[in-house]
């Protein structure tokens, strides 16, 4: 229902900062919950975070907790994953998905294509 097309990923290194973008398209966006989920080679792909339609709750992984925020702009369709103290662990590729809700974003079917994020060391 919504198609969702990721950018911001690049070269970082360690310690620093980077802010990913999920723009959207469809009159609907306001109505989805959005999330960030990444994917490094060999491993599973683990949801990051999450957002409800309206901004108002928030969901992260522990392991970015204190350093990552999503956030969402409604009247731009944008969905954002700024990124900060950034370790080599956090190298991935990084999608956004859609859903009815945060709680239902791991069994989201509405992808981006992803964009990849490598942190050195």
């Known amino acids: 229902q919504v198609q969702l097309v990721e950018s911001g990923g690049g070269l970082v290194q360690a310690g620093g900062s980077l802010r990913l973008s999920c723009a959207a398209s469809?009159?609907?966006?306001?109505?989805?919950?959005m999330g960030w989920f990444r994917q490094a080679p060999g491993k599973e792909r683990e949801l990051v975070a999450g957002?409800?339609?309206?901004?108002?709750?928030?969901y992260y992984t522990d392991s970015v907790k204190g350093r990552f925020t999503i956030s969402r702009d409604n009247a731009k369709n944008t969905a954002y994953l700024q990124m900060s103290s950034l370790n080599p662990e956090d190298t991935a590729v990084y999608y956004c998905?859609?859903?009815?809700?945060?709680?239902?974003?791991?069994?989201?079917?509405?992808w981006g294509q992803g964009t990849q994020v490598t942190v050195s060391s």
């Open positions: 998905a859609a859903g009815r809700s945060i709680a239902v974003l791991p069994s989201a079917n509405n």
């Open positions: 469809g009159r609907t966006f306001s109505l989805y919950a």
């Open positions: 957002i409800s339609s309206s901004g108002g709750r928030t």
